[in-house]
């Protein structure tokens, strides 16, 4: 480590995932030296797939990794909605040319451990970042001109600021807002991964698909240069603890899609070695900054997947904060409070909207589904656009 990441002078951040990574790199780009506190004994992310929308491209750009990023992706050519009961198309959302030009950015779907590891060599060829694992942060103290983070060891770290990327169960939001755990969902996701040749051939389309059925739907997209496919189906069967990446059989798994349609069901079948996580997310908050110590991505503003952007908001955060503090070097305190005036609202509209599509779109019943496939296929993909421009817009995510 350089001097200025021992004299006190460092931005500290606490966890070394997509969220972190992002904002020590945007915060090196901007100058500052910056010491990231990983808890695990190795940085890496585990799971398989992840969906980008053209604002984590936007990103990738402002940290200064858009060739690297852009090199690893699958670029699908459509999000596709299904009936799981029916059978049928309800809306395709096309996401060739005329969606690349309407938001200067492609949709595309990556490996996360392959996105980690992009941020993760940037942050390595950057002098002004030092990355240490074996770190868990356990809480903070300030004096108004530095902070200093408790490590679990019982070390102290001394720092400018504290930036606490530490995720769902997030020590430093413990801290800051005291909100206790997360809220559990009661929706259960369990995920594999299928070699393509196993897909069924009719199904092997080169978008991200969502069979949408009663408490229940799947979704899968290819993955690594169309070597496999991604499949996570999650049933909303009440589950009423946090479980994150439990090993679970098929039998379980097909439990919760009896009743949906042969095509879709049989899906699930060719999947292996699956995992179970239940969801959770949080009640939005006003207050993630606290002096000098700042939430980002899922110790913010944890949500459920339903919109495919907990990661993207993460990398977006990044970038806000890093121009936010290269601007106003001097006072941290007002670089933090403009950091989360700039995206509390836009956070908060993530987090509310990945639930009620959940509700809306991905698993009503009856009438209500009936109704919901009445409204999507009323809608072209021009209209499309338009509905999803202040979530992808280059204009609008920072
Ligand atoms: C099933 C599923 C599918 C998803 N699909 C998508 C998608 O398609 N697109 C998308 O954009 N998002 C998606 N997401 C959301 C996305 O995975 C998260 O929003 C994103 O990974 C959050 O990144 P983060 O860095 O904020 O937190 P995390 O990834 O949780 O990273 C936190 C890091 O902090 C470390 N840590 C924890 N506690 C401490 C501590 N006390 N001290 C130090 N370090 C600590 C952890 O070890 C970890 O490395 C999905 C999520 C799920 C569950």
Not at 39 to 45: N, V
Not at 228 to 251: I, Q, R, S
Not at 330 to 358: C, F, N, P, W
């Amino acid at each position: 480590m350089t001097a200025e990441h021992t004299d006190g002078r460092s931005i500290l951040i606490a966890g070394g995932g997509i969220g972190g990574l992002s904002a020590a790199l945007g915060l090196a780009r901007a100058g500052f030296a910056v010491t990231v506190l990983e808890k695990a004994a190795a940085l890496g992310e585990i799971g398989a797939g992840i969906q980008l929308g053209p604002n984590a491209f936007h990103a990738f750009d402002r940290l200064g990794v858009g060739p690297a990023a852009r090199a690893m992706a699958v670029y699908i050519d459509q999000l596709r909605l299904m009936d799981a009961i029916t059978g049928e198309d309800i809306t395709t959302i096309d996401l060739g040319d005329a969606f690349r030009a309407r938001f200067g950015n492609p949709y595309a779907v990556v490996h996360r451990g392959d996105l980690h590891g992009v941020l993760l060599q940037a942050c390595r060829e950057q002098p002004r970042i030092a990355l240490r694992v074996s770190s868990q942060v356990a809480g903070y103290e300030q004096d108004g001109a530095h902070v200093t983070a408790l490590l679990a060891s019982g070390e102290h770290v001394h720092g400018a600021a504290l930036i606490g990327a530490d995720g769902l169960w997030s020590a430093v939001r413990r801290q800051v807002v005291g909100d206790g755990p997360p809220r559990v969902s009661g929706h259960t996701t369990y995920r594999s991964v299928i070699p393509t040749e196993q897909m069924p051939e009719d199904l092997r389309w080169n978008a991200a698909t969502l069979w949408a059925g009663p408490k229940c739907h799947i979704v899968h997209y290819p993955l690594s240069g169309w070597k496999v496919f991604n499949l996570v189906v999650t049933y909303h069967n009440d589950a009423p603890e946090p479980v994150a990446g439990k090993p679970v059989a098929m039998d379980e798994v097909m439990k919760g899609f009896e009743h949906i349609n042969e095509r879709a069901r049989k899906i699930i079948r060719h999947g292996s070695d699956w995992k179970l996580w239940v969801l959770c997310d949080r009640e939005p908050v006003p207050n993630w900054v606290d002096g000098r110590v700042a939430l980002l991505g899922d110790a913010a503003h944890p949500m459920l997947q339903y919109m495919a952007q907990g990661a993207c908001i993460a990398m977006e955060d990044a970038v806000c904060l890093a121009a936010e503090m290269g601007e106003r070097k001097d006072d941290i305190e007002a670089a933090l409070k403009r950091y989360l005036a700039k995206r509390v609202l836009r956070a908060t509209r993530v987090q509310l909207q990945s639930r009620a599509i959940g509700e809306h779109i991905y698993h009503p019943a009856g009438n209500h589904a009936v109704l919901r496939n009445a409204i999507m296929r009323a809608k072209n993909s021009a209209d499309w656009y338009e509905t999803l421009a202040w979530l992808y817009g280059a204009e609008t995510a920072f």
